[in-house]
């Protein structure tokens, strides 16, 4: 009846205390710290009951990375929640189902919980441009691919990503870099960026390189979702030992 009603769901804006709170259906990163070299895999939490949590992974054949896996073995895990940040924690494996590729982790309390930062910050490496606009300008996002050819252009390169802002480096340029700019509308990359509005936080001069560091203002929360969905897809995203 509880489940039914909701009562078991812990609202978003209230810190994680115990492992008997994680929803159904959450993604975990899982790491068998037995395992050299292991890494993180995404596994998802398909029941939760008052004896364990049962795991699957998002992929079946990384299962195959965890069969030495045997009761009483701990495995890190760290997950991020909407609303919220990023929380660690260590558990002890209760069972393995290997038929069913499953594994049962016995409950904890005392998650750690990490508030770094809003948004999870993705290192990457891509070329995006940038319009400058005047810091009055607050239109919002449209879905048109034409701008003002007039307006100062400034060719960048990526360093890092969140679904709060981003970090960009260039090279030093005839156009100053304004306090007020619009991602390229024609930008058609991994990320959903074309057409956003970005606020100059700081920027610094290191040797012939501009660094800028910049937030997102007047998003839409359609695309903010969108693009915590992106990052966090992409960090997520299985990659071999050698990478």
Request: hydrophobic letters at 40%; aromatic letters at 8%.
């Amino acid at each position: 009846i509880r489940q039914q009603l909701g009562f078991d769901k812990t609202p978003t804006n209230k810190s994680l205390l115990s492992t008997r709170e994680l929803p159904e259906g959450l993604t975990l990163l899982v790491w068998n710290e037995n395992v050299i070299h292991s890494g993180f895999y995404a596994w998802i939490l398909v029941q939760r009951d008052e004896r364990a949590l049962t795991i699957v992974p998002l992929i079946k054949n990384d299962f195959n990375r965890f069969l030495d896996l045997q009761a009483g073995t701990s495995l890190a895990l760290r997950f991020w929640r909407a609303a919220d940040t990023e929380y660690r924690m260590e558990l002890e494996v209760y069972s393995i189902d290997a038929s069913e590729h499953a594994v049962m982790l016995r409950h904890c309390v005392g998650l750690e919980r990490l508030q770094l930062r809003d948004y999870y910050r993705l290192d990457v490496h891509f070329p995006l441009s940038f319009f400058n606009v005047s810091p009055e300008d607050i239109r919002p996002v449209s879905e048109e691919t034409s701008i003002d050819a007039s307006l100062p252009r400034i060719d960048t390169h990526v360093l890092n990503l969140s679904a709060g802002g981003l970090s960009v480096e260039t090279v030093e340029q005839e156009e100053d870099v304004g306090e007020r700019l619009i991602v390229d509308p024609r930008y058609e990359g991994l990320f959903q960026l074309a057409g956003l509005h970005c606020e100059r936080i700081t920027q610094e001069k290191i040797g012939g390189v501009l660094r800028i560091q910049l937030r997102f203002v007047d998003m839409p929360e359609t695309r903010r979702s969108a693009l915590v969905r992106q990052v966090y897809a992409h960090q997520m995203s299985p990659s071999s030992d050698e990478n």
